[in-house]
C-alpha cells in the first residue's frame, strides 16, 4: 500500500479537526516526529511515502491525541526558546509566554556580567533554566522542584544540551533547605487557584501538581517571595511568571516584603499581565552609635569593633533592620543608620548566613563616599524599633 504524505496528512486532518483547533499543524508535527524530519520536509514533499511502520505509529498517535492526550507528550519532546525540550506526564508543557522571563532574564544578565549565580524554582522539564544556561555560559544555576520525576526529566533536558556540569538539581519545596546567595532567582509556580483548575481542561492533562497555586493561586508565590528575602543579595534580580489576574496583587504583596525595590508587572504580547519583575535595593544599612558615626567622619573612614572582633562589620539589607534592632540594640540610645552603596564600598562582601538567615559582611573598613545618607533609628514606648526612617 502507497501511503503519501498528502494523503496521511489529509487523513490526520480529518480526525484531528473535531478536538483541535491546528488540526493541520498537529498532522504536520506528528508526521514530521516519526519520520525524524523537519516540519519544512513535510511541506515540501507531499509525495514521499511512508512506510507500514511508520504508519501504524501515527496512527496509535492518533489515537491518543482524539482521546484528549497533548500532542507534546504523545511525541515526548517540545520546542521553548529556540531549543527542543525532552517531557512527560509528570512535568508541564512549555508555554510560549513563559519565554518573557527568559528575555527578562537574559537582559539582566548581560547587563550584570559578574552576577552569575541563579536558581531556577520549580523548574519542572528545566526549559527556563537551561534556556538562560545555554545562553549564558559562565552562569551557574540551581534547578530546584518539589518532584522527583520532573527533576528527573530536568536532568535528562540538561545531559541533551551539554550543560550538566554547569547546573545543580535540588529535591526541594520551593526554596527549602537551599542555601544561596543568588544573584537571580526565577520561577514559573503554580498560580491557578485550584478551584478554577477543577473546571479547566489542562487540569486532566497535565500534572494538577505543576498547576495548583492554592485556594488564591498566589499561595505558592507568596511562600517564595518570603523566601525570597533570605537568599537574594542586594541589587539582586527576581522573576516570577503570575496569571493574568494577578498583577495587583502579587505587586502589592512585593512591594510589602521587599522595602525600596523597583517593582514592575509585565505585560506578555497579548498584552495580559504575565511577569512580576522585582529588582532588590542595591544598598546595604549597618547600625550604629551616633557617636561612633561621629568619629568615623573626623578619621574620615568608618571601623567599628566588630571588625577588630570577628573580622567583618555587620551590616543588614533593608527589610532586615528592624529584626536585626529589636534583637541587638534594644534600649540602646541614640542610633544611626548607614545607608550605604554596596558600589562605592572599597572593601570585600561576602554574603553569610546567621540562623538561617543572609547578611551582607563588609570584610573591610566602609569608605565614607560609600554611606550617601544617614537617617535615625528611634525606639517607640518599651524601646521596641517599629519603623524605619528610609534615606531622604
Known sequence: MDITLQKIQAQLVEQLAPSSETALLDAQVLLAHFLEKPRSFILAHPESSLTQTQYESICQAVERLINGEPLPYVIGHWEFYGLDFQLTPAVLIPRPETELLVERALSWLRNHPTQRKAIDVGTGSGCLGISLAKHIPDLHLVLTDISSQALHVAQLNAEKHGLSDQLEFRQANLMDGIVGPFDLICANLPYIPNSLLMTLPVGKREPRIALDGGLSGTELIGKLLKQGRRHLVSGGFMLLEIESSQGDEVKALAKSFYTLSIIHVLKDLSCQDRCLEIERSSLLVHICPREEWLQAQSLGIYQDKSLQQDGFIHCSQPEQVLEVANRFYLGAPDLVLLWLD??????????????????????????????????????????????????G
Open 342 to 391: 554596596l558600589v562605592k564600598l572599597g572593601s570585600e562582601i561576602r554574603w553569610e548566613y546567621v540562623d538561617g538567615a543572609m547578611f551582607p559582611h563588609i570584610y573591610g573598613p566602609i569608605n565614607l563616599e560609600a554611606v550617601i545618607s544617614t537617617s535615625e533609628l528611634q525606639p517607640e514606648i518599651g524601646g521596641v524599633f517599629r519603623t524605619i526612617q528610609l534615606p
